[in-house]
Nanobody, 114 residues
């Protein structure tokens, strides 16, 4: 059904940057902490970053200092700002509530190479 819609992925060189967007239903966005997850080929999906309704954030250790997360109350959208990207960041990125309770969307592919 696609209640959570991710976009903004692409192919970048190591050290590059991307901003991912997650469009959410307003009734979800206003109530729940939101999070980004990723799944690399052959690996399990893992938590990347989360943000509470008041803007408090937490991160996977491997991305601390490189990624940030924010939320836009006017657009019901959660962002993942990815700087200094590394090949190890290559994955499909998904958004969900911090509890992972919504159906998974299509995700957006991030490829870091060359």
């Amino acid at each position: 059904q696609g209640r959570l819609v991710e976009s903004g992925g692409g192919s970048v060189q190591p050290g590059g940057s991307l901003r991912l967007s997650c469009a959410t239903p307003g009734n979800i966005f206003k109530v729940y902490a939101m999070a980004w997850y990723r799944r690399a080929p052959g690996k399990q999906r893992e938590f990347v970053a989360g943000i509470t309704t008041d803007g408090k954030a937490n991160f996977l250790d491997a991305v601390k200092g490189r990624f940030s997360i924010s939320r836009d109350n006017a657009e019901n959208t959660v962002y993942l700002i990815m700087n200094n990207l590394k090949p190890e960041d290559t994955a499909v990125y998904y958004c969900n509530t911090a509890w992972g309770t919504e159906a998974w969307g299509q995700g957006t592919q991030v490829t870091v190479s060359s």
